[in-house]
């Protein structure tokens, strides 16, 4: 009779060992996933800048070729509403490097929401690269 009732306690006590654990466990999950997509998208925004920055330093690489190629590898990866800043209409003779900065906003990767701190930062990488050819005169 006594070992019966211990069973039936033993039974109420798992429901609530899960019911606490159980949303502890959802987080973790959801949180190692979120940070996951994160170094994802991180990955694919400096692949864009670095693309970008490589059509700026051809020798006549203007402002379209740096949006077709960032554009090309932001597609490929399933990214929109991302922002460009290029310096590639101001480069001159004694500054020739060629600098793209790619911008993308938490909510166009992320799952969660505003629960992990979405909407406080975006990813944004800058690439610079030496233009290539001879600089142009003045």
């Known amino acids: 009779m006594i070992r019966k009732q211990n069973r039936f306690k033993r039974r109420g006590l798992a429901v609530v060992e899960t019911a606490v654990i159980m949303p502890i466990a959802l987080m973790f999950i959801l949180g190692v996933s979120e940070f996951s997509l994160m170094l994802m998208a991180r990955q694919s925004v400096a692949i864009a800048a670095r693309e970008g920055a490589r059509a700026a330093a051809r020798q006549y690489g203007d402002i379209n070729d740096v949006q077709a ?56 990488i800058t690439t610079t690269m030496r233009r290539e050819g001879e600089a142009p005169r003045d």
């Open 69 to 124: 190629a960032v554009d090309r590898v932001m597609e490929k990866a399933g990214y929109e509403g991302y922002s460009i800043e290029t310096n590639v209409e101001n480069i001159d003779y004694d500054n020739r490097d060629a600098s793209v900065k790619v911008t993308l906003p938490w909510d166009r990767f992320a799952i969660s929401g505003n629960v992990f701190g979405g909407g406080m930062f975006d990813i944004k």
